[in-house]
């Protein structure tokens, strides 16, 4: 897509993008979650419990911009293979070569930016994983792929305690594999529920206004469930301690305690984080899909984070690694970060277009599938 082509007016609310073009609502929502994980990377919000005081806010940031992020992973290969009409035959073929391709180059990217040895725990390499799992649901239809991350929003996190306790008797949990599926800060086991939510509602019709509508309640409902049921099982089972999940289990072998599976604390991959902050996810899709149709030049430089992602997380990164603030960075560096990164996305895009990274993996993955995109594929 050129950057005359972003530029174009917006079309009517509700109205069905044309084939291949970028949907502003995704955009808009992948930005936040970029800004918001930059919040979480300096240490804003830190040690504070979210509640309705709003000098805890800023808590928000953690956890919650990352699954966010992982959900518009999954919608993103959906965009990829056909949009609400999955892609069959020949077609399907290309589709999984490209989700592939990306995969093993964002896989690269975070092992790269892992050797910066920042304070920061690089998503990328999970995402990467995240992609491969999403690989054999792509003719899936929207009802199973939520059934499925359904089940496993319930039994991955228990398997991730029971398995996180056999690697740390058997072998070694600070093994990058055992830390990569189970043990470490974004255990793929447990992610894959968002690749799967997110896939299913990229197979959803998102123009349309009762599908908005429809991700607002849902998600609305999902987060209150979440957090609603993570706070009471805080104060029954954990003393009103929050749990830090099944890392809490990882070194008590032979052991179970209900509690570890308790709260809904970020980053501890329990039941109620994880339907909460799915929750959380689709609420904000709901809403940014509405906000870029009615708002389109209002939103364009945020929508901008969002499409050069991978480039804007990774420039963020390589930024830590010169200046080396230190852990936490705090809330001024933060400012600065989200300032360049709007203004900086915003004026590429304007200027020329998609990000470098972003240019490097619609390359090499449409020369992998034979030089085509399936149709209605996003660039």
């Not at 589709?95 to 990217?109: G, H, N």
């Not at 189970?182 to 349309?208: E, K, N, Q």
């Not at 004026?347 to 972003?358: H, N, Q, V």
């Amino acid at each position: 897509m050129t950057a005359q082509q972003e530029r174009t007016a917006a079309r009517p609310a509700g109205a069905r993008p044309p084939a291949g073009r970028r949907i502003g609502g995704v955009d808009l929502a992948r930005g936040l979650a970029v800004l918001g994980m930059f919040g979480a990377h300096m240490g804003v919000g830190r040690l504070t419990e979210l509640s309705w005081s709003p000098g805890t806010w800023p808590a928000v940031v953690d956890g919650r911009p990352s699954i966010l992020f992982a959900v518009l992973a999954g919608l993103s290969v959906a965009l990829i293979s056909g949009r609400d009409r999955p892609v069959t035959g020949d077609d399907l073929v290309r589709a999984r070569l490209r989700v592939l391709v990306r995969a093993a180059w964002v896989f690269l990217i975070g092992g790269l930016l892992e050797l910066l040895d920042t304070f920061v725990a690089v998503i990328l390499v999970v995402y990467a994983v995240l992609f491969v799992l999403a690989v054999p649901f792509l003719r899936w239809p929207p009802a199973r792929l939520f059934g499925l991350a359904a089940v496993l929003a319930v039994v991955t996190p228990v398997a991730d305690l029971l398995l996180g306790q056999w690697v740390t008797e058997n072998a070694d949990a600070d093994q990058p594999f055992a830390q990569l599926v189970l043990t470490g800060t974004y255990p793929a086991l447990i992610w894959w529920t968002f690749v799967l939510v997110g896939l299913g509602v990229g197979r959803l019709d998102l123009a349309a206004p009762r599908t908005r509508a429809r991700l607002v309640l849902a998600g609305v409902a999902l987060a209150l469930t979440g957090y609603s049921g993570g706070r009471m099982t805080t104060l029954a089972l954990a003393g009103g301690q929050p749990s830090a999940g099944p890392e809490d289990g990882f070194d008590a072998l032979g052991e179970w305690d209900p509690a570890w599976l308790s709260g809904a604390a970020p980053h501890s991959g329990t039941p109620f984080e994880v339907v909460g902050s799915t929750g959380v996810a689709l609420a904000v899709l709901g809403v940014f899909l509405v906000l870029a149709d009615l708002l389109p030049r209002l939103v364009y430089p945020l929508a901008s984070v969002g499409a050069l992602a991978l480039t804007v997380y990774s420039a963020h990164l390589v930024a830590l690694a010169w200046l080396d603030p230190g852990f936490p960075a705090g809330t001024g560096l933060w400012l600065w970060f989200c300032a360049v990164a709007v203004v900086g996305a915003t004026a590429w895009r304007l200027i020329l277009g998609p990000g470098p990274l972003e240019l490097l993996l619609t390359w090499s993955s449409t020369r992998a599938a034979g030089g085509r995109a399936p149709a209605g594929a996003v660039p």
